[in-house]
């Protein structure tokens, strides 16, 4: 069965530094999204993305973020200059047109 | 904001007990998702519903996709000890994919 990959499962990371977070969506879907969930709260939307453009971005989609789609099978997710809250599991998901969203095991941040 | 209310916000049930959760909104939704987190794992989809009415199953999970396009319920028979978790609800709208989130129903099941 398809699915979406991402890595590192983990990442440790000084605060401060630059972090870029990669993910290899089900290949013939067409939308991709990156969400992020701080230990024990909900699920947050940050930034779905179409065509090679973002679609829509949540307010905590900020300067700090950008995401990639560099060579039309990576989905990459960079947070520059990481702060100790960005901690948190990010889910990286896509969907073909009129489906539902798979997502990705998550990659746990630890901004130290 | 769109936002989707889930309740409830956590369950403590004897194994074997049936679970109902459900999810509404004050936004029309062209699709009801309901996922499962285990924990340290990312969401897995259970059921998905796209027409209003829409009652659909998954072995021992029910899920219904209300009338007026704004809820959406979720029902486990018999529960057992593997369905311990965070059930999360999400609505989808036809002019654009973002997921709108539930913040989760937590199901603690007692031995």
């Known amino acids: 069965e398809p699915e979406v990959t991402q890595t590192p499962s983990h990442q440790v990371t000084q605060m401060g530094q630059e972090v870029i977070l990669r993910c290899v969506p089900i290949s013939n879907h067409l939308y991709f999204y990156w969400y992020r969930q701080i230990l024990g709260q909900k699920v947050e939307f940050l930034v779905s993305?179409?065509?090679?453009?973002?679609?829509?971005k949540s307010e905590i989609f900020d300067d700090q973020f950008s995401v990639e789609r560099p060579d039309g099978s990576n989905f990459t997710l960079k947070i520059r200059s990481t702060k100790l809250e960005d901690s948190a599991m990010y889910f990286c998901?896509?969907?073909?047109?009129?489906?539902?969203?798979?997502f990705g095991q998550g990659t746990r941040l630890t901004v130290v | 904001g769109q936002q989707l209310n889930q309740s409830p916000q956590s369950m403590f049930i004897q194994e074997g007990e049936d679970v109902s959760m459900n999810c509404t909104s004050s936004s029309i939704f062209n699709t009801w998702l309901w996922y499962k987190q285990d924990p340290g794992e990312g969401p897995v989809l259970l059921i998905a519903l796209y027409k209003a009415g829409e009652l659909t199953s998954n072995g021992r999970l029910t899920a219904q996709f209300g009338i007026t396009r704004k809820d959406s319920f979720l029902n486990i028979s018999a529960s057992i000890p593997s369905d311990v978790g965070i059930y999360f609800c999400a609505g989808q709208m036809a002019q654009d994919y973002q997921l709108i989130w539930g913040a989760g129903t937590k199901l603690i099941i007692k031995p």
């Open positions: 993305f179409y065509n090679n453009e973002i679609s829509e």
């Open positions: 998901a896509s969907s073909g047109l009129y489906t539902e969203a798979f």
